[in-house]
Every structure is written in C-alpha cells, then in structure tokens.
C-alpha cells in the first residue's frame, strides 16, 4: 500500500473513530503505520541470529612475515594502531548466522550485557535478544539514522539484522 493510500485511510479513520473502539482505533493506525506488534520474548528456547561481524584487523594481521619484522626492527610494537590510518581493506565483514539458546526471564536483573561471551557460548539471556532485536531496526532500509551495533570487544562488532524463532519452550 502506498503512503499517500494509507495516509488517506489514516484521515478517514481519524474522523469516524468516534464510532468505534479505542483499542480498534489504536490497532488500526498501528497497521497503517506498519508498527509491528512486541514479540513475545517470555517462551522462546532457540534462536536463529542474523548479523554483519565486523572485525578491524591489526596492521599485523595483514602485514606479511617480513613486513611485520621490519616494522618491529624500526622500534614498534605490536600496539601500534596509532601510527596506522584507517584502511577500508583492514575491515573485514561478513553476514552470519548462530544458532543460540536462551535462557532467564525479563523480570531478572541482568547485570553483564556483553555479548562477547554469550555468542561464544551459543547462549543469550533474554535480555540480551531484547537487545539484539531492538538493534534489528536500525539496518533497515527505511531507517536512515546511523546503523547501532554491539560491541565484541574494541575492534570486532556485529550489526543485528533479523532473527528466526526456532524453538518455544512449553508450558
């Protein structure tokens, strides 16, 4: 549906909502503004994650044995980012996916947010993918305001991109 369709459908809601329910009114305007609904976080068991990893690599991750030992000759250490500008051919991305299980409930307090050692683990705490799907909406393309990520540590990040409910937990 276009916008300029649904902003005609929103106008005509507006003057007749009087005639029906808030809550109708309310989900009605939701759909024409494509608000998607909270997804249910409190049953799901697994997980399918989406994301760009995002890694900046070392001047000596890509420098060649020689390279790196003429560098280290000329005084540097392995800490030497400051002296290197920033090289798009450093960065390297790919899209991934893991699978992940969660655990916990919202109403936990959660402490540790790092992602770090959770997608090490092939394990989130439900506050974490609340987190990660929050993200999601930032690399959309409507979205033009800059895209988040999550920090891996200071040179890897991933930028969430979707995520697939494989598995709910039974009641």
């Not at 024409?32 to 697994?46: H, T, Y």
């Not at 996916?97 to 919202?106: D, N």
Request: net charge negative; with cysteine; proline share 2%.
């Amino acid at each position: 549906m276009e916008i300029e369709q649904r902003n005609k459908l929103a106008a005509i809601m507006f003057d007749i909502k009087h005639k029906i329910k808030d809550g109708e009114y309310k989900e009605f305007m939701d759909i024409l503004g494509k608000k998607e609904a909270e997804p249910n976080l409190e049953n799901i068991r697994i997980v399918k994650l989406h994301y760009i990893d995002c890694e900046y690599l070392s001047p000596f991750q890509v420098l060649d044995a020689q390279e790196g030992e003429w560098l280290l000759n000329l005084g540097h250490s392995n800490d030497c980012d400051d002296m290197f500008e920033f090289k798009q051919e450093r960065l390297r991305r790919e899209v991934k996916t893991q699978i992940v299980e969660i655990y916990g409930k919202l109403e936990e307090q959660f402490g540790d947010c790092s992602i770090s050692k959770a997608m090490r683990n092939s394990c989130l705490h439900v506050t974490q993918l609340k987190v990660f799907i929050s993200q999601t909406d930032y690399m959309k393309p409507d979205q033009h305001e800059g895209s988040q990520q999550m920090t891996i540590h200071d040179t890897r990040w991933i930028h969430p991109l979707k995520y697939t409910v494989m598995d709910k937990k039974e009641n």
